[in-house]
């Protein structure tokens, strides 16, 4: 789809420019807009690089069974079925750590080896577990408790104050992540009937 759209929007951008007479402001744009999207990507690519290191010192310390046990409760209403043995319960909590960080870049490979280590354990392999289901939720509507990506973004942007947007963030994720947690059990115990 997207293969579709972004040629149908270049197209009618070029030809808008060309019937207002605003060429030169095309080319300069896309010229300013190519060079502040190479900023962005390093400022990102420092980012995810500073978190993917700490998200791998906390896999190599003891930090990673305290953080477990803080999201115990948590694992177990969420994930009722997982046993905090399993791999993919490490996976999971590590996701939800990257997540709670706000580094969904660092997360999403955590997220992807959760996910292909829950599906060596379902029993039918064309169809989502429970935890597979709670886990997609999750990570669609991830609590954030320190928005690094939102944040780097607005710095990137020259805001007077990056970090303003910290408290509307918790507000938002949290009832992203309580209404999606809670219609998932919900729907999880209509449909199993």
């Known amino acids: 789809m997207l293969n579709i759209l972004w040629p149908v929007f270049i197209i009618i951008s070029i030809l808008y420019a060309i019937a207002t007479q605003n060429v030169d402001n095309l080319g300069n744009g896309i010229f300013d807009y190519s060079k502040k999207a190479v900023d962005l990507s390093i400022t990102f690519l420092g980012t995810m690089c500073l978190w993917t290191g700490i998200i791998e010192i906390i896999k190599q310390t003891s930090l990673i069974n305290k953080l477990k046990k803080f999201l115990k409760p948590i694992m177990k ?52 577990n429970d935890n597979m289901v709670m886990f997609i939720v999750l990570n669609t509507a991830s609590i954030q408790i320190i928005p690094t990506t939102v944040i ?19 507000i938002a994720t949290m009832v992203a992540a309580a209404t999606g947690i809670l219609l998932t059990k919900i729907l999880l115990k209509i449909y199993k009937r």
Do not use: C, H
Not at 163 to 169: A, Q
């Open 77 to 128: 209403i969420l994930f009722p079925k997982l046993n905090s043995k399993d791999k993919e319960y490490e996976e999971i909590s590590m996701n939800i750590i990257a997540n709670f960080l706000g580094i969904g870049n660092a997360a999403t490979p955590l997220g992807i080896k959760a996910m292909k280590s829950m599906q060596e354990n379902n029993d039918k392999k064309d169809t989502l």
């Open 152 to 170: 780097a973004i607005r710095n990137s942007l020259n805001s007077q104050n990056p970090t303003k947007i910290i408290v509307p963030v918790w």
